[in-house]
């Protein structure tokens, strides 16, 4: 199926126009980059899709199993090496997970190859969409990679599949009227991008339409065959060529045709363009540098929606399906892989020390602890919870 983007970017005449792709980098890491090849709206889009790709891909995921009540990271976990440090031999795994996330969010799916041998997980591959045929009579994939070297058909838990949006089947990921609206704020965009450029091209000037006047009645002027036609071409030339003053006709008139670029409120366009791009991506406006009054409160506000409306959801389904797909059925209930979601509390010092002295002082983590997620030593007698002496039962004010 046609890349949904592509959909969404299609010129008046039908044909796709050109957009942000995901293509495999021939002899370097084989996965997707992001292109764009003209600016406006799409540069929005190709924003956003950098945005959530690139903070999916700095989050570790853990490799956890059940110690004791609590769930605690695996210890030298060939699947922990797998998801953080190298998923392949080719690729790094921040360049994995940002490409395999820039794929789901321009193709609405993204397809993970595990490579298993004697029972173990050896790598983790990501094949382009053009590259896996599902075929649902028989519920398989076939995946052909030429670059990858890979040739095979694999049943539904052989392949990890990781789909973007609710509306959506197994092989063809975005649909609906999600794409319509998104279509024609798009197409809107476009069309102010093209005439906004055609005004610059021409240094802002309107078309004219060079016509006999009223004098022609008086016989001031009567122009002979052509003579308008080289009066017009002449003049067009000199309003090309920079000229802003030019002498004009006894008896012929110049009517500009079509509204100016005030009129029309390109500028307008353009920007609401931008701001419903990331209503669809779920990225706040300010992220994208759109012209949005902001301040540090709303903008660390903008973080906290940011992370909980649409980076949250992507990570619990990316969990869901690793877990399913990677760990056997049988160890499901003691373990499991999850985001680390504290890597995305960046926070600045004033805010930082005052989270960690609660944490402290609510028995919450230990001196060691805090000082392991500052990156310090642990020290003598700090693995100890402590608690604030400020508060006592009210009882122990009564009448002894």
Request: glycine share 8%.
């Amino acid at each position: 199926m046609t890349n949904f983007l592509t959909r969404i970017f299609r010129a008046k005449d039908g044909a796709p126009a050109k957009l942000p792709t995901v293509t495999a980098a021939p002899n370097t890491d084989g996965y997707g980059v992001l292109s764009v090849i003209r600016p406006g709206a799409q540069a929005a889009v190709v924003r956003c899709i950098q945005l959530i790709s690139d903070t999916v891909a700095a989050m570790p995921l853990l490799h956890q199993r059940l110690n004791g009540k609590i769930f605690a990271p695996v210890g030298n976990s060939e699947l922990s090496v797998l998801l953080n440090i190298e998923p392949n031999s080719t690729a790094t795994a921040v360049d994995f997970w940002r490409a395999v996330m820039a794929a789901m969010l321009s193709d609405g799916v993204a397809y993970i190859y595990p490579q298993w041998a004697d029972g173990k997980l050896q790598s983790l591959t990501h094949v382009l969409k053009s590259e896996v045929t599902y075929t649902p009579e028989a519920r398989s994939y076939k995946i052909d990679s030429t670059y990858n070297d890979i040739d095979a058909t694999v049943s539904e838990r052989g392949i990890i599949v990781l789909r973007y949006a609710p509306k959506l089947d197994a092989s063809k990921g975005l649909k609906g009227r999600e794409i319509d609206s998104a279509k024609g704020v798009i197409k809107l965009a476009q069309s102010a991008e093209q005439e906004t450029q055609k005004r610059v091209d021409n240094g802002g000037a309107q078309r004219l339409i060079v016509n006999v006047g009223t004098g022609t009645q008086s016989g001031i002027y009567s122009p002979k065959e052509g003579e308008l036609d080289d009066y017009a071409m002449r003049l067009h030339e000199l309003i090309r060529g920079g000229t802003t003053c030019v002498a004009g006709r006894a008896g012929v008139s110049i009517t500009p045709v079509g509204s100016s670029s005030a009129d029309l409120q390109l500028q307008a366009v353009r920007e609401f363009a931008v701001r419903d791009i990331c209503r669809f991506f779920g990225v706040p406006p300010t992220f994208v540098y759109s012209d949005v009054a902001s301040n540090y409160k709303s903008t660390e506000m903008a973080y906290v929606d940011f992370y909980a409306s649409t980076i949250n959801p992507l990570l619990r389904s990316i969990e869901a399906e690793l877990s399913r797909k990677l760990i056997p059925r049988s160890m499901w209930g003691v373990q499991r892989i999850q985001y680390d979601r504290s890597a995305r509390m960046t926070a600045d010092l004033d805010t930082q020390a005052k989270y960690f002295a609660q944490m402290l002082a609510n028995g919450a983590l230990t001196p060691n602890e805090i000082r392991a997620k500052l990156g310090l030593a642990p020290c003598d007698g700090g693995d100890m919870l402590q608690i604030s002496a400020n508060l006592k039962p009210i009882n122990d004010y009564g009448p002894k």
